[in-house]
C-alpha cells in the first residue's frame, strides 16, 4: 500500500483527517465494561483525550464551515453566471438604442413635434417620445443595476474563496494539535493516509432482497491453516486489493453451545 498523503486532493484529506481523528477518540474514550483501578498515566490520558477532543472538534467545525462557504461559492458562481447573461442582453440593447439615436440626430424628437399636424397630434408624440425616452432610461438603469449586482457577486465569491482558504488551514493546524498531542504520550503519525487512486472496495453479494445469506466457515483462510466465511474471506480479499497485506490469525474459542472454530484471519 502507498502512503502518500500528499497526493491527496484537499477532499480526500479533510475525509481522511477526520476518520482519523473520531478513530483515535473511540480508542482512547471507550473502555473495558467492568471498572478498573486508575492506571499510572491515568492524568496523562485524560490529558490526551482533552487535546485530541479538542481537535477533533475544531476539526469538524471547521470542515463544516468549509463545506457551507464552498455550497455557498457555487451558488454564487451560478448567480454570477445568470447576472453576466443579463449583462449582455442589456449591452446588446442598449447599442441598438444607441446606434438609433446616432442615425436619428438629437433634433429628431423636436423635429417629430414641429411637424405634428394638429395639437391632438402633437400631444399623441409627445407622449410617444416621452415613452421612449422612459424606456431608454429604465434600460440604462437596469444595465447598471445589472453591473452592480455581478461586482456584489464577484465580491462574495472572493470572500467565501478566501473562507475556504482559512478553514483549511484551521484543519491542518487542528491536525498538527492531534499529531502533537499524541506524540506526548510516545505516539507518532501514521506517515499519510491511503492513497485516493485506491480501488473502491465492492460490496459482499447478497439476497435479490438485500439480505444477508446464512454462512459458515466452509472456505480455506488463505493466511491460516483454518477455514472462513465466503462473506469474510470477499472482505479480505477487497482489504488485500486496497493494499492491506499485513495479517495477524487469532482463535475465536468456544462458549456454551458453541464449538471452538479455526482461527480467522485479523487483517490490517
Known sequence: MRLIGDMLTPRSRIRASIVAFVTALTLLIAGPAVAAPAAPDEGDNKSLRAAL????????????????????Q?????????LEDRLAELHAEIAIVADHSYRAGRL????????????????????????????????????TEAREQAAR????????????????????????DAERALATVGGTPSGGFVSANSPAAQPAPRNPDGTWPPES??????????????RTLHALKQAQAAGFTRSAPFWATGTRGKTPKAPPAHFR
Open 53 to 72: 477532543e479538542a481537535a477533533a472538534k475544531g476539526h469538524i467545525e471547521a470542515k463544516a464551515k468549509y463545506d457551507r462557504a464552498k455550497k455557498r
Open 74 to 82: 457555487l451558488e454564487l458562481g451560478l448567480e454570477l453566471k445568470k
Open 108 to 143: 429628431s424628437g423636436v423635429t417629430m413635434l414641429l411637424n405634428s399636424g394638429s395639437p391632438d397630434d402633437f400631444i399623441e408624440r409627445m407622449i410617444g417620445l416621452e415613452t421612449i425616452m422612459r424606456r431608454d432610461n429604465r434600460q440604462l438603469q437596469m444595465l
Open 153 to 176: 457577486a464577484k465580491a462574495a465569491i472572493d470572500q467565501e474563496v478566501r473562507e475556504e482558504k482559512k478553514q483549511l488551514e484551521i484543519m491542518e493546524r487542528k491536525k498538527r
Open 217 to 230: 466457515c466452509t472456505v480455506d483462510d488463505p493466511t491460516t491453516s483454518g477455514c472462513l466465511t465466503p
